[in-house]
């Protein structure tokens, strides 16, 4: 688990991805010519206009990774200092688009252009900053936090974790509009219909998260509350598990009552009552259970103690979380409609994906991933190696995938499988990496930095 999970893997692994996505179809038809390059950044000679700037987008999107683990596990880059070795990232990616854009010269598909090669460029270059920046600002004190945390109170890191994955989940592209005319367009949209036009089904999904987040509410945060001086909630102990869960319902609530509110003005997103009301009765669900499944209020002492405890609940909620997701909206047609959809394509990696792609592509392959990581997670926690985790989410990844076909809207790929298998294995890391910050000393800020970023000396 170590070894497959440093920065060093993840950066070639990005690499190999890149290679992989960046050259599909693999139609290597002709020797290699210049007469298709588009030579002018920014301009796309073949339709002459400006390149399309989704494109351009998430160009720079697939190469920050890259920059990013490069930058982290690359000694001899990270030694470099910010400025330079965020620098030489830019120009590893640029040397890596370069390989890929002459491989296109021959390809009777695809065409190569400069506008590749600047975006790769920024993009890598922009994930070495971002690399560069955490580790000079952030990565001390944020290992003195988890580290903290993951000794006091495991619990509220997976409390975080969920909590982040439904903000995130609800306001993703995070473009909040700066045109008032959009904001009244969905105001009146809610006026005319304030409950929202999405089938039932496709609520399932979102008030499965916010039961599961009322349910550790419940469990972690009246404690948490309750041992700080400028908190007067919780001061009495044993917790009332019924003023817990009463608190972890109106906390969960008001959340998906602000969500809907947010997306008012972000762009993309149309509120509607039906998924905080959604949101709201799952969330009640979720508290009850709470109070139900336990002899008392108190919180985990140790990570993956709920899932010892509780196996059931948390098994089951980590294999329907996914398939509610993948069968939504629930909404069936005859199988055979959905076979014709079908082709040799869906059956290569990543194929159908990159056919389609733009930023909300990329946040809806990490939405789909993550919801296969809770299994990995749970599993693991019950002593079991990380590769049955990884069979396990592959396995129920594809056989989703198969079950999908005759849903309305839904279209078989086999990629969703592998990723559900590598979140099988990133669920297990998780796990392992936090008790390792679990069992060592708390560090002052300073002693948790790892390697400095000061360029060595120069030799005489």
Not at 9 to 35: G, K, Q
Not at 99 to 113: D, G, I, K, N, Y
């Amino acid at each position: 688990m170590k070894i497959l999970f440093n920065a060093k893997t993840w950066f070639f692994l990005c690499a190999l991805f890149i290679f992989y996505a960046t050259t599909i179809p693999w139609d290597i038809a002709h020797a290699p010519t210049l007469e298709g390059i588009s030579w002018i950044p920014g301009w796309d000679a073949k339709r002459d206009r400006i390149w399309s700037i989704p494109d351009m987008v998430q160009n720079v999107v697939l190469f920050v990774p890259y920059g990013f683990f490069g930058f982290v596990g690359l000694g001899a880059v990270r030694r470099r200092g910010p400025i330079v070795g965020a620098l030489a990232m830019g120009l590893l990616g640029l040397a890596l688009s370069m390989l890929v854009e002459a491989l296109q010269t021959m390809s009777a598909t695809r065409s190569p252009s400069t506008t590749d090669l600047l975006t790769n460029f920024l993009g890598a270059l922009g994930g070495g900053i971002t690399a560069a920046i955490y580790i000079v600002f952030f990565e001390a004190r944020v290992v003195r936090a988890l580290r903290e945390t993951a000794r006091e109170r495991p619990g509220l890191l997976i409390l975080l974790a969920y909590f982040t994955a439904i903000t995130l989940g609800a306001l993703a592209p995070f473009i909040p509009t700066l045109d008032l005319s959009t904001v009244w367009e969905n105001v009146k949209a809610f006026r005319a219909d304030p409950w929202g036009a999405k089938p039932i089904g496709a609520l399932v999904t979102d008030g499965l998260l916010f039961g599961a987040l009322a349910f550790l509410t419940a469990k972690e945060l009246p404690p948490y509350l309750g041992s700080k001086r400028w908190s007067p909630l919780f001061k009495a102990q044993p917790i009332a598990p019924v003023g817990a869960a009463v608190f972890a319902f109106g906390a969960v609530s008001a959340l998906a009552l602000a969500l809907e509110a947010a997306q008012m003005i972000i762009i993309g997103h149309s509120p509607g009552l039906q998924d905080a009301v959604v949101g709201m009765v799952f969330a009640a669900i979720g508290a009850g259970l709470a109070v139900g499944l336990s002899d008392g209020i108190r919180p985990a002492t140790d990570l993956g103690e709920l899932t010892r405890r509780t196996p059931w609940l948390v098994l089951g909620f980590a294999i329907l979380a996914p398939t509610t997701r993948a069968l939504s909206p629930f909404i069936f047609q005859p199988i055979g409609v959905g076979l014709e959809e079908i082709s040799v394509w869906q059956w290569v990696p990543f194929w159908a994906l990159f056919q389609n792609i733009n930023v909300s592509t990329f946040r809806n392959v990490f939405e789909a991933a993550a919801f296969y990581l809770p299994l990995g997670y749970a599993v693991y926690a019950l002593g079991r190696p990380a590769r049955i985790g990884f069979v396990a989410c592959l396995v129920l990844g594809e056989a989703l995938e198969l079950l999908q076909i005759p849903v309305v809207g839904r279209v078989f790929d086999i990629t969703e499988g592998l990723y559900a298998g590598l979140m099988g294995l990133v669920g297990a890391w998780i796990l392992t990496s936090l008790r390792a910050q679990e069992s060592k000393p708390v560090m002052n800020i300073d002693d948790a930095k790892t390697i400095p970023l000061q360029a060595p000396p120069m030799a005489r």
